[in-house]
């Protein structure tokens, strides 16, 4: 990864002042999939945190340790050699620049469409350019995990009383073959300019801004490094202890509009490190892009009303890919905002 050349540079595009202090926040509810109140757990965490970390998840260490070998191999490559996969469009490789409207962060990353419809000459280019067997270790695990989160989202609806829609109300969207879904890896290096005496002044080293996932859900797995936070209710940043065999699981926005704001769609960023790589592995898991996104009906008592319009996920993720990281998106789909709106699904 390019390092910059001066300081000023350097605190120009990734240095931020943080108005709370972070604290390390050691109550991020435990889910068990083996256990019968995984369900009760899992509910309660997304109403009330919108995050939650899986333990007894079912895929296989080997698979996670493969994949995890073989991103960093690539990542160890030059930066030329990397760069012939990008610039992402918006999938392939990427450095600092995340989106196209401006966010920046101390990031290098691959990002990959799982969507059989969706040809990227970069993702293309990028397996050309590598080994077989890194091919092989992405789909393994994007199986492995998506498998996961499947029986995750069955358990949400078990939990959340589903009977009218059935269990299969939010995993079916994953499951289906023109699932939107994608794959995220990002790297974090360490910043040897942050070792310098008073460099930071207060300040935080930005990774990846402080966002929402746009999908229905997330599910992360990183190496022992820390770095990931979340704002809690009351608006303080707080960090998450790293756990390397375990995987964070948060909702995303469209699971926030299909619950009518039960469950909240997390903020979150990530933090870099003067001294540490993080290197992270995520899973988004989306519905095809002409599916039709609204509270549903059986979540709604009699006296309450809908929150949010109907919308398509080509619409929201249009939406998405046009604002800046930090953006609230869904309030362009709340009902409030929705005077003079109209739907451009294109």
Same mark, same amino acid.
């Given at each position: ?75 160890? #490559? ?23 409207? /401006? ?28 080994? #077989? ?71 935080? =080293? ?8 746009? #999908? ?11 770095? =990931? #936070?979340?704002?809690?209710?009351? /608006? ?111």
């Amino acid at each position: 990864m390019v390092v910059l050349s001066n300081q000023s540079a350097l605190n120009e595009l990734f240095l931020v002042k943080t108005c709370n202090p972070s604290t390390i926040f050691t109550e991020v509810p435990v889910v068990d999939l083996t256990h019968p109140d995984a369900k009760t757990i899992m509910v309660k965490a997304c109403e009330e945190l919108g995050l939650f970390k899986v333990v007894n998840h079912g895929v296989p260490l080997e698979v996670i340790t493969r994949l995890e070998n073989e991103a960093l191999k690539f990542f160890k #490559q030059s930066q030329s050699q990397k760069d012939k996969a990008s610039p992402p469009d918006p999938y392939g490789y990427g450095s600092k620049k995340i989106g196209t409207n /401006g966010d920046m962060g101390w990031v290098e990353y691959l990002l990959l469409s799982t969507n059989p419809d969706i040809v990227s000459l970069k993702t293309h280019q990028l397996f050309h350019q590598n080994p #077989q067997v890194f091919r092989w270790c992405v789909e393994e695990y994007i199986g492995e995990v998506k498998k996961m989160c499947c029986e995750v989202l069955e358990k949400m609806a078990d939990g959340l009383g589903m009977i009218a829609e059935g269990r299969n109300v939010f995993s079916r969207m994953i499951r289906e073959e023109r699932s939107d879904s994608c794959f995220r890896v990002n790297r974090y290096p360490p910043c040897p300019e942050l070792k310098e005496e008073g460099a930071l002044s207060g300040r935080n =080293l930005i990774g990846f801004g402080e966002h929402t996932d746009p #999908q229905i859900i997330s599910v992360l797995r990183s190496n022992n490094t820390s770095g =990931l #936070q979340i704002c809690l209710p009351d /608006g303080t940043w707080a960090s998450i202890p790293p756990d390397h065999s375990s995987f964070f699981v948060n909702v995303g926005d469209l699971l926030q509009v299909m619950t009518n704001g039960r469950f909240k769609s997390v903020k979150h960023r990530v933090l870099a490190n003067s001294s540490m790589s993080r290197l992270s592995m995520i899973y988004f898991g989306g519905p095809p892009l002409n599916e039709k996104i609204a509270p549903l009906p059986s979540l709604l008592s009699r006296e309450e009303e809908s929150l949010y319009r109907e919308l398509t996920w080509r619409e929201y993720k249009n939406a998405a890919y046009k604002s800046r990281l930090s953006d609230n998106r869904i309030t362009l789909f709340q009902k409030s905002a929705d005077h003079g709106h109209k739907s451009s699904d294109t």
